[in-house]
């Protein structure tokens, strides 16, 4: 009987109620990561790298180096976050066969010297050729890259750096320009696939703009992309402004004497010169309106040509620059220049001729680069956005292995998913396809991976596994 002051509480739950044991057999979880690992196999992945690291192996009877990283490599685009969590394969050897303990894999991690890396990047470069190719054969053409609702053609290359936090001392992390402390990683996307093409590990204090840098992690993506492509492909390198630098865009133009249809688009930094242009501009020449995504004029946004205006010197022959005005946004952040003109502006500047697009195209290519964030917002959670150890070589050595992962995403969504979730970012994947739980069975001396039928992805699955098992190999 309740008290005076006090309310009878009715029951809303709805769920059904359970009794937990703990005695079910032949039930697995994350079924669908083994997809991942298939992958590494179907793209010659697995063998590249076991054959790279073939000196690592010290004696008979124990886990393949190469088989070794790529199980990190699956670890890390299931969401894995810690050497540890490879217990979710290993503890699963019916699903994942056997795999390395914790202490083999801070071995292997340890024995990646510089040249081993390159090695390795060298085993990427010669999967990735494969898995474009069984692209080709059975998708047809690479993804291409849009800007105002118009392809941009050949390949798409973003750099950018991101700072990643620390939050105890390991070695090389440094306080960074935003006053936090960690690395300050350089990366290489590609946009038409998002594949992780290169990346290179840097001090917290290393700089935005360091030209050796983004030449060393510009070259090793260009050696990634398979020779028939790279040499017979339009490729654009965007960058902002960090990648605005005399020597950087000099060497993008020397790849031409070597058979690269290759060509820039940068941001710019707004000097007083830029400024003064700015001005002049505003008083004498058109502007016209800027686009959207779609093509359509984008209401309080403008551009306008700035060449001969703004001093070129040091720039290549042949460079552009644009700038892009617009009314700010809430909560944008504006320098004084922007504050007295009532409009924020943006410069960039390509080598791409005239004739190859209008003002207003090239300004929204350029600014398909903020697609970037994304990559690197989604790379810090599939495996380098926490790195594992105090030395710095473990830590460039887990990056590259965080690289692969967000390959082996790519590849599964180039070669074997449709619709949304060929697009999809690897949280959604996971929750979708790489988590499900499923059960073993062995019927006439086969195995075989029962998803329950009425989970909504079961048949996408179903039908990626299919895919997989028909991809062509090359003829051996």
Not at 154 to 174: F, M, N, P, R, Y
Not at 416 to 424: C, E, K, P
Request: hydrophobic share 45%; net charge positive.
């Amino acid at each position: 009987m309740p008290t005076k002051g006090t309310r009878r509480v009715k029951a809303t739950g709805t769920r059904p109620k359970i009794v937990v044991s703990a005695d079910g057999r032949g039930v697995v979880a994350h079924a669908g990561a083994r997809l991942l690992a298939d992958v590494a196999e179907a793209t010659g992945l697995t063998r590249a790298c076991s054959d790279a690291m073939a000196g690592l192996r010290q004696r008979r009877g124990v886990h393949d180096p190469g088989r070794v990283v790529v199980d990190l490599a699956v670890m890390l685009a299931d969401g894995g976050e810690a050497i540890s969590d490879l217990a979710v394969l290993r503890d699963q050897a019916a699903l994942f066969g056997p795999v390395a303990s914790d202490a083999t894999a801070w071995r292997q991690l340890s024995a990646m010297d510089s040249a081993v890396l390159g090695r390795f990047r060298d085993a990427r470069a010669e999967a990735r050729e494969l898995a474009w190719a069984q692209r080709l054969e059975t998708g047809g053409e690479l993804p291409q890259t849009s800007a105002a609702g118009l392809p941009v053609p050949g390949l798409v290359l973003d750099l950018d750096a991101s700072i990643v936090i620390c939050h105890s001392d390991k070695e090389a992390a440094a306080p960074t320009w935003k006053h936090t402390f960690g690395f300050h990683p350089l990366f290489c996307f590609l946009d038409n696939t998002r594949e992780a093409l290169s990346g290179m590990l840097r001090e917290g204090r290393a700089g935005s703009n360091t030209t050796a840098d983004h030449i060393i992690v510009l070259d090793q993506a260009l050696t990634q992309i398979p020779d028939a492509h790279r040499h017979g492909t339009p490729i654009l390198i965007r960058s902002d402004s960090a990648g605005c630098t005399h020597g950087l865009l000099t060497h993008i133009r020397s790849l031409r004497e070597h058979g690269l249809d290759i060509r820039f688009s940068v941001g710019v930094a707004i000097t007083e010169p830029i400024r003064q242009a700015i001005l002049h501009a505003k008083q004498h020449l058109q502007w016209v309106p800027a686009l959207g995504g779609d093509g359509e004029p984008r209401d309080g946004a403008q551009v306008c040509e700035l060449t001969g205006l703004v001093p070129a010197y040091g720039f290549p022959p042949g460079t552009r620059f644009i700038v892009r005005r617009e009314r700010p946004h809430p909560g944008a952040q504006l320098s004084l220049f922007d504050t007295i003109e009532g409009m924020r502006h943006q410069v960039m500047a390509t080598d791409t001729p005239a004739g190859s697009g209008s003002v207003q195209f090239l300004e929204a290519r350029h600014r398909g680069h903020a697609r970037v964030e994304d990559r690197i917002r989604c790379g810090k959670d599939t495996g380098f956005g926490r790195f594992p150890s105090r030395v710095f070589a473990i830590n460039a050595a887990w990056l590259q292995l965080a690289l692969t992962a967000i390959d082996l995403l790519a590849w599964t969504q180039l070669l074997l998913l449709d619709g949304d979730l060929a697009a999809a970012e690897p949280k959604k994947l996971r929750y979708r396809l790489l988590h499900v739980a499923a059960r073993l069975t062995r019927t006439a001396r086969q195995t075989r991976l029962r998803i329950a039928e009425n989970w909504p992805w079961a048949t996408d699955l179903s039908t990626a596994f299919a895919r997989l098992a028909a991809l062509p190999q090359p003829i051996s």
